[in-house]
């Protein structure tokens, strides 16, 4: 093996010491998606064939929670990464779709919209301080983040299911 046959390390943030790289943390959560939808699936399968009710209830706890920090990744990578707004839009909508999360990562991978690290020049617009903000802060943020993610999932869970959205409200 040859010096030009090594793979550098991954490119970390040089303040905050973030070593997972857009890639690896896009990764990470499309594939958690695709286990959370399996899970889901797996319980509406004893739902619906009358076994017990649970699956679903705590497989769909469990996909609700990955599908929010799944959207909450997927637009922070995407605003690091200068996405287009469709790819973006394509890459919140493969969280829907059962299992399309992890080929729309690989997907991502192969065209190159992945590549790099954390960008840590300041780019254009009002809201490149709260990205550096977060790249600064990861803990903070990350705290942060799951506060909100709890704070949808008690919204979500005290509505109950979207099919008796409308007798409830309408």
């Known amino acids: 093996m040859t010096d030009t046959d090594t793979v550098p390390p991954a490119p970390t943030s040089r303040r905050s010491g973030l070593a997972a790289t857009p890639a690896d943390l896009h990764r990470t959560f ?4 695709m286990v959370t939808w399996t899970l889901l699936v797996l319980g509406m399968v004893l739902k619906y064939t009358g076994v017990t009710e649970w699956g679903v209830r705590g ?5 609700g929670v990955v599908f ?13 990464q200068r996405w287009r707004p469709l790819t973006t839009l394509l890459g ?3 969280a829907v779709v059962p299992w399309a999360a992890w080929p729309h990562d690989r997907l991502l991978l192969r065209r190159g919209l992945l590549d790099g690290g954390w960008r840590r020049e300041r780019g254009e617009g009002r809201l490149e301080g709260l990205r550096l903000a977060v790249l600064d802060h990861p803990v903070r ?13 008690a919204v979500l869970l005290w509505l109950g299911p979207p099919t008796g959205w409308a007798e409830r409200f309408g």
């Open 30 to 33: 499309a594939l958690a998606e």
């Open 59 to 63: 497989g769909g706890l469990v996909h």
């Open 68 to 80: 929010l920090g799944y959207a909450a990744v997927t637009v922070l990578v995407a605003w690091n």
């Open 92 to 94: 919140l909508l493969s």
């Open 141 to 153: 943020s990350m705290v942060v983040v799951v506060v909100l993610v709890a704070v949808a999932t």
